[in-house]
């Protein structure tokens, strides 16, 4: 999905019990770089450590939706309101539990 030439992505990092997820807009993948760093460092700062050294990234063609839902069950509706003024970059990052109903959901995109 492209909107504004912003492109869509979503990234997991597996950690013990779960992942750490981003959803990502972007207008130059080349940042995708600094968003792993970025999601690793603040899931070590939640005491995770980043082992095996694993990180999911999918372009979203389809599924933005399923990711923006999950998003809006799980963190509320603030971080919907940026989505429509994005020009360059948005990240939405969150911790999931492996065994959240909506991991499997997630996964299944990558």
């Not at 070590?44 to 980043?50: A, D």
């Not at 020009?87 to 065994?99: G, I, S, V, Y």
Request: negative net charge; hydrophobic residues 35%.
């Amino acid at each position: 999905m492209k909107r504004h030439g912003v492109e869509h992505y979503l990234v997991s990092i597996p950690l013990p019990g779960g992942y750490m997820h981003g959803y990502v807009m972007t207008n130059d993948k080349n940042i995708l770089e600094r968003v792993y760093d970025r999601l690793i460092h603040e899931a070590e700062c939640r005491g995770f450590k980043h082992w095996p050294p694993m990180i999911l990234t999918t372009h979203l063609d389809t599924g933005v939706e399923i990711v923006r839902e999950i998003i809006t069950k799980t963190q509320g509706s603030k971080p919907s309101e940026h989505w429509k003024k994005i020009k360059d970059f948005h990240l939405t990052a969150w911790l999931m539990t492996e065994d959240h109903p909506d991991t499997e959901r997630l996964m299944e995109l990558h």
